[in-house]
């Protein structure tokens, strides 16, 4: 079914998310901050706001995706509000999420927070990826719209659940990222090809450790850190070793450190005989655990 649905944000993202419900079929009007975004939407079929605040007026869903929360907020100032749902995929933490949930209710709109895992490139393609959370009516009212744009995975009616496993997504490509370039720059230290490495070697590793991972959520989860794969003492040796490696071949350790800080001081606290999911205690004590649905 065809909705009208208006885009406040036509950067890369926002340019890709109006594509998307344009080839979809929807009835778009879009608004940016700056002139001249608009044009290749408005050629595609897309209506061209004057103001945000006219956008915003134009339906009953409106999308925001701009630089960050501040931006959305400068946008939608004075914007007729009442009635609508406000879907922000603007990247932002819980906390602002939880702001902009309130503010958005206390103007008579409905809030939606939303945390895009893809590039522009694979919006309306498969193995894109939105994480939602909010209003679930709402939600639920524009779930098929929005599957136009992304496989939809509704998280919970708190409105910071979206930004929360949004960054620690992100949060784990970070980590990824960081493990690449330090080994990378191993291997490049040598003179050798960093290309044939990764393709050969090291993705089918990061393939076979990454399967490790849902049983150490697991033990996270139980708090039990018995191990039979790898205690921290040997992880410790193991890490000190590569650090000194680095050094040998010229290679700063410095994306290295933080961990290696963390795994010896957790063993200097006693824990040696426990395994690496263990190192959890160390970021983030456990507490009485909040529940909350995630999915
Ligand atoms: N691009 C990506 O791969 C990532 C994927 C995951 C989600 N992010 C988030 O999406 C938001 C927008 O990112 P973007 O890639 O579209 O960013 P830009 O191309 O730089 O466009 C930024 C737009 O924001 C507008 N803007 C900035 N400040 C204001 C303001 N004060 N009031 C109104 N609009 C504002 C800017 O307008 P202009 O400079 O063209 O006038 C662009 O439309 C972002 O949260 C990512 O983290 C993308």
């Known amino acids: 079914m065809s909705e009208n649905i208006s885009i406040i944000g036509l950067g890369l993202m926002g340019s890709a998310l109006a594509g998307a419900l344009l080839d979809a079929g929807h009835r778009v009007t879009v608004w940016n901050r700056s002139s001249g975004k608009a044009g290749p939407l408005v050629a595609r079929g897309a209506v061209r706001a004057a103001t945000a605040a006219e956008a915003a007026g134009a339906s009953p869903l409106v999308i925001v995706c701009v630089l960050d929360y501040a931006a959305a907020h400068q946008a939608l100032d004075g914007a007729p509000l009442d009635g609508r749902v406000v879907l922000n995929l603007t990247n932002g933490r819980p906390a602002e999420a939880r702001r902009t949930a309130a503010w958005v209710e206390s ?5 939606l927070d ?8 694979m919006i309306g393609e498969p193995g894109a990826l939105i994480l939602y959370s909010g ?3 709402a939600f639920e009212r524009h779930e098929q719209a929005l599957s ?9 009616e708190e409105p910071g659940l979206a930004a929360l496993h949004d960054l620690a997504m992100l949060t784990g490509m970070y980590g990824q990222i960081g493990g690449f370039l330090q080994a990378a720059a191993l291997v490049r230290s040598e003179g050798l090809p960093v290309a044939q490495f990764t393709e050969e070697l090291l993705v089918p590793w990061l393939h076979a450790m990454a399967a490790l991972l849902p049983r150490w959520a697991e033990e996270i989860e ?11 003492e040997i ?48 970021i983030q004590p456990r507490r009485p655990a909040r529940s909350r649905s995630a999915g």
Request: aromatic share 6%; hydrophobic share 45%.
């Open 107 to 111: 103007q008579g709109g409905t809030y």
């Open 114 to 121: 939303g945390g895009i895992m893809a590039v522009p490139q």
């Open 135 to 137: 209003s679930r009516a």
């Open 148 to 156: 136009a744009l992304a496989a939809p995975r509704f998280l919970g």
């Open 222 to 232: 139980a708090g039990d850190y018995a191990t039979d794969v790898a205690n921290l």
């Open 235 to 282: 992880n410790r040796v193991g890490v000190e070793n590569l650090v000194t490696a680095f050094e040998e071949q010229g290679v700063k350790p410095d994306l290295f450190l933080p961990m290696k800080a963390i795994l010896d001081a957790r063993v200097a606290r006693g824990h040696g005989a426990e395994g690496l999911p263990g190192l959890i205690e160390e």
